[in-house]
Structure formats: structure tokens, C-alpha cells
């Protein structure tokens, strides 16, 4: 049957024939121009997917054009050969998709995961092409570019985390042109003043598929909700305001770029306060509320600014760093950004990177804020308030506003081997919301950072928190299958020792060894104190070993570099 065009909300029906699938494209954050399916060579079913505009609106740029997903229905139960063509695509880049499975016809569908890598796409100009075998017992799958995020599931989680004692509140900024609000989640200590404490902001999804920034979100709030030593400090110096998603109603379209205006909210940042766009008046009015002005400041002016992206074509995760501009002038020369903040975002990096794994793996780009147009949140922080010389004057100086864009990308992960998940980026999440207290000056003197890869599935987390004056060291390790044979190695400097005859490596060279007792969970948790010096350098992996006929079959955790300083 040939390739017809259809208004999103209908589905394509392949010709009469009841085995022959059918493509359709009406649930949330589907967006697909056209389809079709015809009989395969060699077996199977060609799919035909043509990408759309965001809401339809062909005078968009074609560079806006990144995002599809669409639902495959009336399946063989017995596995399918899918032959996908996507086509008219407006990136470039070889992304692995995603797909979630459905064994009841597409009445429900389980997890989200990436395809298998055999179906690698192969690209051509501006179509990629890739070949699926369904799984038996697909009755209908849900097919993406990347992992998709809805509205439905935003408020889902939200609604999990609103009752927690340390959720302050969960608000609207405002309404979207369709109706759907802005939410606000703001989280702090209620036990402890606000007085002294720090503020941050965070907001995700202004382009609205970009969807790593929602799940590095859904990690920072829940390690800040966790109830580690680590978060209880950061809660208790901290007042953490988080949008989780600025554009619901490019969400809901299925727009990768823009909201249901068509307008990319990106660029009204070069003038906020001539927006009418909704979602930019609901976010420039709580950060001005946040910040107060020069003249009246707010009691807790926001410090940090985070904008969370995805980028296309850029292999990790990455910051845009301004450029420094000792002559910055707003009216004159309007590039880059005061040396001095330029200072506080590099700053800011290196706390995240040496939290990272991931973001270290990716190399920082210079941005001149977008001049001279400077169409980013950062660019309107930095101009509003960081360059006012009454911003810092006595009597009530107010810190430079640190603000600034962490891109996600939708490749490989932190191993730099498989492709990226959801989880890479909620364990992101976690290392931002550590990050940020190491910045802030809110954790103690260590840094924590993990190194090597993990091998047989081992694996070991850790904080540092500070207990009655004291730094203390915790770690939970978890394995499965459980072995009664593990260990905390602990040494001097990092190493990549064999431990034959398995494939993993010691990666830190034996200096103390100290017995984990796992439970029947195949958990430990440990809590080690750190001695009195005025510093100290410390390489970390947890090990186990299981007995195969007297060979010992190895599991590593990947190693944890520590760093403290008095």
C-alpha cells in the first residue's frame, strides 16, 4: 500500500489484509507525518515512517525535525520481520531506538528499552534504515528514536515524591496554551531556617523532546528524598526549586523543538519580558521572584542555574562554558560573560565532572552566550543581575548567579561501550545533586568518583558525609547470584590488576582488605570512618568470588577514587 499522509491522532491502516500490521501515531508524544506497510522481500514487512514538523507546521526548520515514535499494531504472535525505513529525518547522527512490547494487542506495553544492536540503523542522507525481529508473543510494540517521556509520567512521579517531608511544595507557575500547568517542585529541610541556605534552580524540557534532562531530574529528587547522610546535608543547606518539564504541550504533541505555538521557547530568552508565550512568563516570573532585584534581593537569591538539554551528534554529556569577556558591555559588546562568572561555571564543571563518570567522559564547548542575540536563560541571568555592579555592593552583597546548560546526548553510556538508558541518566541525577554540595561548600572536604567499569554486575555506590564533626565513609555494595566470599579492597593509587581466569580486573592495588558480609539480598552496607589527616587519597573496589569447582568465578565493582581534605 503506498505511503499516505494522515493528521496525528489517526491510525494508518495497511491494506484489508487481518495479518498485516498496522502503524499508527495517536498516543502521547507520537508524532509521525505518514506511513505504510507492504510485504517484505525475503519475508516480513516493509514500514515506512515519514518524520513530521513539530504540530504539523512545515515552515519550521528542517533541524527541528529530530523526533518520532509511533505504536506497530496487529503483530503475528509468533515474531515479525520489520523492515524500517524513517524517512525525511532532520538529524544525522546513528542513534540505536528504543521500543516497548505489548503482548495483549497494545491494551498495555512493558518497559522501555533499546532495541537489539543488530537493528543499528544505517543512515543515508536523511533516511534510516534498520530491520527488527519481534520477540514471540508482540501483539504490538511502541517504536522511538529515543526513550520517550510523557506529561502522564511527569505527574506520576510527581505525585509519588508531593507527600515526602521534605517536598516544601508542589505548585503551579502557570498555564500553557492548551491548559496544562507548569509545575514546580521545590524541596528543602523544614526542620532547619532558611536563613544561610543556598537556592538552586533546575528546569528541564524547554525543547521538549529532549528527554535525558526529565530522567536526570527524576535521579537528583529522588537521591535528594533518599534519606543518604549526603542528602539529609544538602536539604539542610539547600532550597532546591526543580520545573521537571517547561513545555508539557510539546510533550504532549510529540514536538521535539517547539511548544504548540510553534515557537522555540529556547530563543525568548533573548527578550523574556516581551514573551507572551506562556511557559516563558511562568518561568521568568519565579526566577525573578527568586532572585528579587539589585535594589531589594530576595532573602535567598538563587546561586545555581541549571537549563538540561540533549544534544545531537556529540558522543556524552557536556557542558557550554561562556566565554570570559573582561570588556563585556551589554549595549556594546555583548558576547560571552564577565570573567568572573566564567570562573563559577568552571568551577561548577569540575565539581560535576569529578562526580561524573559520564559528564567527564564528554568535553566541555565554549558558547559566547548566543551573541549577540543571546537567546538562553543563562544569557538573561548573567545580564540581569551578575553584571549589575549593585548586584555585589555592600550592605547586602548577593553572589554571582552561576547559570548555566548541561546537555544530555542520546548515544553510548558511561562505560563509553553500551548505548545510554534512562538509569545512566538518573544515576546522573544523583551525581548533580552531590555535585551541587561540593559547589556550594555544603558537603565536607572529599570527593567521591567513581573509575573503571564494573564486571559481572557487581556493583558499589558511596558518599561522604560529615557525623559529629567527623568524616565518615559510606558504602553500599550489591551482588547477585549472593556469595559469602566478598571484600572491600582499599589501596594507595588505581590499578589494573588481572584476575584470572575471569576477565575482571583489581583496579585499585591491595593496600587494606576487609571481609563484606552480604546479606541473603546479596547487599552490604558499610559505614567507614575516615582518619583525622589533613589529607587523604584513597582507591576503592568491592569484590566477590564465586566457587566454580574450586576455580573462583570473579565479580568487581567498578573503583571509587576518594579525596579528602581537611
Known amino acids: 500500500m503506498p505511503i499516505r499522509a494522515f493528521p496525528c491522532g489517526l491510525v494508518l491502516l495497511a491494506a484489508s489484509a487481518a495479518a498485516q500490521p498496522a502503524v499508527s501515531a495517536g498516543a502521547e508524544t507520537q508524532r509521525i507525518r505518514a506511513g505504510s506497510v507492504t510485504p517484505a522481500s525475503g519475508g516480513g514487512w516493509n514500514v515506512a515512517l515519514t518524520m513530521d514538523d513539530d504540530n504539523g507546521n512545515a515552515a519550521l526548520p528542517s533541524s527541528y525535525r529530530r523526533w518520532w515514535h509511533v505504536q506497530i499494531g496487529n503483530l503475528a504472535a509468533g515474531g515479525e520481520r520489520l523492515v524500517v525505513q524513517v524517512t525525511n529525518a532532520g538529524y544525522s547522527d546513528v542513534i540505536l531506538p528504543v521500543w516497548s512490547l505489548s503482548g495483549d494487542g497494545g491494551a498495555s506495553f512493558g518497559a522501555w528499552s533499546r532495541v537489539p544492536a543488530g537493528a543499528t540503523p544505517v543512515v543515508n542522507g536523511t533516511t534510516h534504515s534498520f530491520t527488527l525481529q519481534?520477540?514471540?508473543?508482540?501483539?504490538?510494540?511502541?517504536?522511538?528514536?529515543?526513550?520517550?517521556?510523557?506529561?502522564?509520567?511527569?505527574?506520576?512521579?510527581?505525585?509519588?515524591?508531593?507527600?515526602?517531608?521534605?517536598?516544601?511544595?508542589?505548585?503551579?507557575?502557570?498555564?500553557?496554551?492548551?491548559?496544562?500547568?507548569?509545575?514546580?517542585?521545590?524541596?528543602?529541610?523544614?526542620?532547619?531556617?532558611?536563613?544561610?541556605?543556598?537556592?538552586?534552580?533546575?528546569?528541564?524540557?524547554?525543547?521538549?523532546?529532549?528527554?535525558?534532562?526529565?530522567?536526570?531530574?527524576?535521579?537528583?529528587?529522588?537521591?535528594?528524598?533518599?534519606?543518604?547522610?549526603?542528602?539529609?546535608?544538602?536539604?539542610?543547606?539547600?532550597?532546591?526549586?526543580?520545573?521537571?518539564?517547561?513545555?508539557?504541550?510539546?510533550?504532549?504533541?510529540?514536538?521535539?523543538?517547539?511548544?504548540?505555538?510553534?515557537?522555540?521557547?529556547?530563543?525568548?530568552?533573548?527578550?523574556?519580558?516581551?514573551?507572551?508565550?506562556?511557559?516563558?512568563?511562568?518561568?521568568?516570573?519565579?526566577?525573578?521572584?527568586?532572585?528579587?532585584?539589585?535594589?531589594?534581593?530576595?532573602?535567598?537569591?538563587?546561586?545555581?542555574?541549571?537549563?538540561?538539554?540533549?544534544?545531537h551528534n556529540v558522543a556524552y554529556p557536556f557542558h557550554f562554558q561562556h566565554s570570559a569577556n573582561a570588556a563585556f558591555d551589554l549595549q556594546s559588546n555583548r558576547s560571552g560573560v564577565i570573567p568572573p562568572v566564567n570562573v563559577l561555571e568552571g568551577q561548577w564543571i569540575a565539581a560535576l565532572r569529578a562526580r561524573s563518570a559520564f559528564v567527564a567522559r564528554g568535553a566541555t564547548q565554549s558558547s559566547t552566550c548566543g551573541a549577540p542575540a543571546r537567546p538562553f536563560v543563562e544569557c538573561m541571568a548573567h545580564d540581569r543581575w551578575s553584571i549589575d555592579p549593585a548586584w555585589t555592593a555592600p550592605p547586602n552583597p548577593a553572589a554571582r548567579l552561576m547559570a548555566i546548560t548541561l546537555e544530555g546526548t542520546y548515544g553510548r553510556g558511561p562505560d563509553g561501550v553500551n548505548w545510554n538508558t534512562p538509569a545512566d541518566y538518573q544515576r546522573l541525577g544523583r551525581e548533580l545533586a552531590l555535585a551541587l554540595g561540593d559547589y556550594l561548600a555544603l558537603l565536607p572536604g572529599a570527593t567521591l568518583r567513581a573509575y573503571g567499569t564494573s564486571c559481572g554486575g557487581m556493583q558499589m555506590t558511596g558518599s561522604v558525609s560529615k557525623v559529629a564533626g567527623a568524616l565518615r565513609l559510606d558504602l553500599a555494595v550489591r551482588q547477585a547470584p549472593v556469595t559469602p566470599l566478598a571484600a572491600l579492597v582499599i589501596g594507595a593509587q588505581g590499578a589494573a590488576l588481572p584476575l584470572p581466569p575471569s576477565a575482571c580486573l583489581l583496579l585499585t592495588e591491595p593496600w587494606i582488605v576487609l571481609p563484606l558480609g552480604l546479606d541473603a539480598r546479596g547487599a552490604a552496607d558499610v559505614a567507614v570512618p575516615l582518619p583525622p589527616l589533613p589529607a587523604l587519597l584513597a582507591h576503592l573496589q568491592a569484590l566477590a568470588a564465586l566457587d566454580q569447582g574450586g576455580v573462583p568465578a570473579w565479580r568487581t565493582s567498578a573503583g571509587l577514587r576518594l579525596d579528602a581534605a581537611r
Request: net charge neutral; hydrophobic share 40%.
Open 134 to 311: 519481534t520477540p514471540p508473543g508482540t501483539t504490538a510494540l511502541r517504536l522511538a528514536k529515543y526513550f520517550p517521556y510523557g506529561v502522564a509520567d511527569r505527574d506520576r512521579f510527581l505525585a509519588r515524591v508531593a507527600t515526602h517531608p521534605k517536598v516544601r511544595r508542589v505548585t503551579s507557575l502557570g498555564t500553557t496554551r492548551q491548559g496544562r500547568a507548569v509545575r514546580l517542585l521545590e524541596l528543602s529541610d523544614p526542620a532547619v531556617p532558611d536563613g544561610g541556605k543556598r537556592r538552586v534552580w533546575i528546569h528541564a524540557g524547554i525543547h521538549p523532546a529532549e528527554t535525558t534532562g526529565y530522567f536526570t531530574v527524576e535521579g537528583l529528587v529522588e537521591y535528594l528524598l533518599s534519606g543518604e547522610p549526603a542528602a539529609e546535608v544538602l536539604l539542610a543547606g539547600a532550597i532546591v526549586q526543580v520545573v521537571p518539564m517547561a513545555n508539557p504541550d510539546g510533550v504532549a504533541l510529540g514536538n521535539y523543538r517547539t511548544n504548540a505555538n510553534s515557537v522555540n521557547l529556547e530563543d525568548e530568552w533573548a527578550a523574556p519580558y516581551a514573551s507572551s508565550e506562556p511557559e516563558i512568563v511562568a518561568l521568568r516570573t519565579a526566577i525573578e521572584q527568586a532572585l528579587g532585584t539589585p535594589a531589594a534581593k530576595a532573602p535567598q537569591p538563587i546561586a545555581v542555574l541549571l537549563n538540561l538539554h540533549s544534544s
